[in-house]
């Protein structure tokens, strides 16, 4: 139904050809993933390297965790810039910069494995795949920091392919496809879907939108998507969005538009960042839609602010340790230094949801006290949930005094819940 | 009408924002293309990244061939890798093989201007303007070969950009939009299209077929397309392609496909090849649709014959040079001497199509005299064409031998024109 | 995402001038449903009719059951044909067959609720409407059948409207949109689905395929839809359908598709039939995707078997009336006199579905016993099903068949089920 | 690329499946038209008539004129109505009117071959086949007026099958396919196309629109369109609007829509009208997308103008009658009272365009003189042009105006131009 059919590899016509083909390359015994490697050096980008890929890809698929970090450190290893050749590439390019040289240089300097892993891109399906992979070497980081070079490589070659250019904004909607949807609920992070029917009250109600980025090559899987909800105020608590009792507003009666749920699907494309384009294009999108709406705020949970709380003196916490028995008022004032005063030793704010929307340039607008009573958001945040407010005319401003001074733009009400 | 709609920047949604930032980021005055280069590097990759990139697109597309020359100087010297720094990381990586290094030295050894590039392509439309830039500096490179290393940059973010796991294979019809063929039109190199009811008599008719790649973000510009006939045996002449008063052969009456035309459309894409996956999937897809066809094969011109045999003795020419006076058996006497002992340097054969298929996996069939005779044909090749054969089942061994050896793979009869 | 946009009335554009026209036509006061249907047969077709015609279906709408009964008398009262005038037309007719009275006659014969109708059909929504108000009138035919006049036009123009040539089929599919396949979850009428997940199993897997009748005007709508299993053999139990433990068969190891639901989606469009047709196509579309496929055939209930069964002397149920206790081979042969000899006063077989497969030219071949479990099925038919096979060189012969004698095609197998 | 995709019959699937049927259907010889036609209304509307009605559509399209005639002859005479039938049911259904002899009597008004061509709309190409035939037939009414009768019966069907309700109104433009691009091209009626640069000039610039009504089943076919400029006044010359070397105006200066074409493409579709709505309709969304429209015209023809002019006494032509010689004040008077004295009998004005618009509900605004040079023009109105308003907040009161009084809504300046 789109107009990118399927008449590409993988699929009917090339069949007989690849298997003759495959016959052809592995008849000799079928080599083992160490050697599909070597094959895939030698080859030469033509269709041999193609089925070389799928056999790559399709070998690598079937690894246990052992197998998978054999694998990644033979990539570390063996497929490795050397340093010597770089060395004496550059000072013979420092002496006589010529084309040769500078060709040969640049690509010493690169570790042979980008090109390999470009060409394991030649499938059609290969993206997909490599984002699989690479979600699988980051769960192999803390324990083999030697793979961290390997990773940067699979970062660099992802900037360039996902490259904000190449993305699409799409809304999802109840007319959505069944196999995208199902991928909504599979992927939302912060507040699950339980049901079908709990996906339809999030996306088919008039005041309800849902909006995603792809890629054309991985054209069924979102890589990001924000849940909006149209409201005539800034909800202070999860439930006003979720009810599922409510009555949807007119959206042209609208004023405002809350971000309350935003999901990163793919682990293996962290640092590819997204979601900061996502919010701004969405509230663009979404102002010029309904004239009427007036602020663009998001609704976040403070994943961080129980266990912040778990390390401060003098907390009243009951004895079992489960619940804070003090007032909210004291709730709101601890809620306020967590955000304002609690940070990373790069001086950056402890609370990673904070550091996203500050970075994207939005202002911490209003701190909310028993906002999300799920078992889940009791646990992180003691229930907290906090408001950021997204000034199109004043996002710039923000995120470079953010990115410059570290500074936690913030309201004057959040303010003067501190102690002067 | 397609699945990519266009709710993305550039569009309506995002104007006023962008207008706000517009207005900030060049309020001091209106920067020169050095000047929002440096900015763009100093940016973070944010929306102001995207504005300034479409500055900087849109004020190169102003420049005259002087001033592209300019920035191209500009981007040689200003955004190259310095090798002293390369060589400082490669001791210290080769002493001590830590992230840290791994990652300056990686940086390092990439020229600035990969990430300037990459910038550019932040907006929706900067893949096509950068191809086009690519397009401008190649006509540069003879006079000023110091730009070359300028075009590698470009060559390897295009091969990752334009990967063909990227690419989509597309039918061209009759029902295609007029959009898309009227750049059929425009980008056909071989032979003309010099109307709309020629480009139909190509498209329409059962037994004529098109086919071309696209990417998804340029995706009203064909990469590279095909023109197929189907017929009942080898054509020896374009006349029976061409001609506008035949009769269409039903398809499943066809034995032959035949590739009579190939066009690249973007020189600025020289270098990234697409047309060799191009052929051999339309092959297998034409197959799997019309199972009676036995044979694919080409009907190609022969660009440089027509200059090689005027630097041959004893050929007899008119007095005037214009027109060949001998036997036509000569004159495949000497065509085959052409194709199968002419040579560049390097040891390839001197006709450029025939390095072209050769590469591909095609075997010469056969060679066709008076087989065009318009006067473009006749001024390259006195109306020689020669006919190359895909065997399927053989190409990747033919593609291999012609890599390795630079053989010439030719039917006997061909063989058989030389005097033994 | 369909070649058909919405650029309609009903729609953003007209709104203003509607609203303008509206003011005008109604100014005097809201005029009620009778009203209404008087200025809809003086106004002529224009702008002002559509208006006029929205105000009907959404007055219609709002009417509670009486309100609706009286509408439905005041159009068999008030828009019947007049007889007198009919016959006056006639003699005129008979004596003088100029155009003029032709016209006037035919006109005269039609009864003027007829172009009511049509008129109401103006509106963009305006069938959909229409086919509801058709399912309201059924439901009052028994107690009043001085409607069923009325039912005829409504028929009539139905038969019109959905001519097969205006119908669309489609696969249904896991990529379709959620509001359709909700519909499917809605409107299954022979195995509900109890869930997305059931439906997945049902849609998904590579040996399930789904089709469905469309109109254009009502595209969200399936009409008609079948549910079809690829097996390699004919089943003989549901449960071997609808096992979510199953593996899936590879299509091209299938030798049988199932035809094992078939449901109507709307009362409305009863008598309207489409089944027939879509049965045979998706039979020949299955056959050409899937050479290997040598038999269609159905699995289907018996509906009125146990009604049937209770009726008869001497058969062996347990005191209560609720089970069946005699042996299996009796069951079948009360199965066989069921199908074979149970009929209708006008000689058509007493079952439903027997009817509806005789009638499109399938074979009655097999008869399973406890070949359906569920509590709904016992009741109606003890657990028994029939499969109808569709031998697409026969059907059109066994339906002349059915249609001329109302001979039952059944199997040798079957037949001798009866005692000699 | 269209959500209807192509499973239907007379596609693939069910090939050989008919072929069967074709076979037993037709295997004792060829039946003729009149024979198949009996065919027909034996048949019971399943596949059997499907084949046949492919049969009736494709040996109606081989028949030459006096085979058409001789065909459309038997259909009045054999398939019309029987008015003694008609009295006799007609007199029993006023005595005793029950539901059986309502059903008689409906179906015995109805000519037979209305039943037969609903029949032949049974094929997925049906439809235009039989708005082709309609169209033939209208070539025969004058000198065979016999036939009128069943043009009144292809009316009804059409006025059915062509309900606005179905009818979807899509752009045309530049992105739009060839092959519905070339219909443009083919049926433009008013200012002829002549290349497809001309229709890129008419569809492409931003200043340009094109909208057309499309019906499901002739996906391919537009039924009518209308070609739109946006400018800043009301313009007095066509050539204003074809010059092919203006610079286009930014949508957003524009004043003035100016509807400067209207084309009706299917002759057989004539009386079902569709013209109305389209201006309707499209004016609505040009204001919903360009708020600064403030006024919507047309720029006209006068068709009938110089045939008129030529019977009023002391008009000053040349001596050769070829061309006007008086003043363009004068001309402008006689002008002025062709469109608002002359009239048909009915009283209607005499000028067909004329008629169009003021039933449409326009106001006659303006007349320019010297507005069409083309010969064309110069022939039918000596070059005259007028401009008609769509007053959307005024049109349906004009237009009942018109309809009740036949009265020509015009503006004061028209009114001036007339002797007092």
Redesign the interface.
């Known amino acids: ?5 399927d ?3 993988g699929h ?6 690849s298997s ?2 495959k016959k ?1 390359l592995f008849d000799a015994g079928k080599p083992d993933l160490a050697e599909l490697c070597r094959m895939m050096m030698d080859s ?5 390297s ?1 089925i070389i890929a799928e056999q790559i890809l399709a070998s690598y698929a079937k690894l246990g965790q052992e197998g998978k970090l054999e694998f990644f450190k033979m990539l570390a290893e063996d497929y ?2 050397d ?2 050749v ?2 004496a590439l ?2 013979d ?2 002496k006589n ?1 010529d ?1 040769h040289t ?2 040969a ?2 690509e010493a ?3 042979n494995r980008q090109e390999l892993f ?1 060409r394991c ?7 997909r795949h490599l984002v699989r992979m690479r979600e699988d070497l980051l769960g192999f980081l803390d324990a083999h ?1 030697q793979l ?2 390997l990773d ?2 699979f970062h ?2 992802f ?3 996902f ?4 993305l ?4 999802v909607n ?6 995208i ?1 199902e991928k909504i609920i599979a992927y939302e992070a912060v507040h699950e879907i339980k049901s ?1 029917d709990e996906l ?1 009250r999030r996306l088919d109600p008039v005041d309800r939108y849902c ?1 995603a980025l792809f890629h ?2 991985m ?2 899987e979102p890589l990001v998507f924000v849940e909006v909800a149209l409201t005539s105020e800034m909800p202070g608590q999860i439930h006003e969005i979720l009810d599922q009792d409510r009555t949807p507003l007119l959206p042209k009666q609208a004023t405002h538009a809350v971000f309350y749920s935003i999901s990163n699907c793919h682990r293996g494309l962290s640092g590819v960042s997204f979601g ?2 996502l919010i ?2 969405v509230a ?2 979404l ?2 839609s309904f004239p009427s709406l007036q602020s663009f705020a998001t609704l976040s949970p403070a994943p961080g602010f129980r266990a912040w709380m778990a390390k401060q003196p003098d907390i009243p916490y009951s004895e079992s340790g489960q619940s804070y028995n003090g007032s909210q008022k004291d709730l709101l004032e601890q809620a306020a230094r967590y955000f304002l005063e609690a940070k990373l030793p790069n001086g950056k704010p402890l609370d990673s949801v904070a550091r996203f929307h500050l970075r994207n340039g939005a202002r911490l607008e209003r701190l909310n006290v028993a906002a999300d009573c799920s078992p889940k958001a009791m646990e992180q945040s003691l229930g907290l949930m906090a408001n950021y407010v997204y000034d ?2 004043k ?3 923000n ?1 470079e005094d953010y ?1 410059k001074n570290h500074r936690v733009i913030c309201s004057a009400q959040i303010r003067k819940l501190l102690p002067s």
Chains 1, 2, 3, 4 share one sequence.
């Open positions: 139904m789109s107009f990118w059919n008449l590409w590899p009917r016509g090339i069949d007989w050809y003759k083909l052809r030469d980008g033509d269709f041999s193609l490795d810039l340093p010597e770089v060395i550059a000072s390019y420092a910069p084309i500078f060709k240089l640049t300097a690169e570790p470009r891109n030649l499938t059609s399906d290969g993206t920091p961290e070079s940067i490589d660099h070659l900037t360039s392919w490259n904000r250019g190449f699409v904004l799409q809304p109840w007319t959505s496809p069944a196999h949807l079908w339809r909006y054309p090559v054209e069924d900061n384009f701004k294009q663009s999108s102002k010029s199109l005319g996002v710039e401003e995120h990115m």
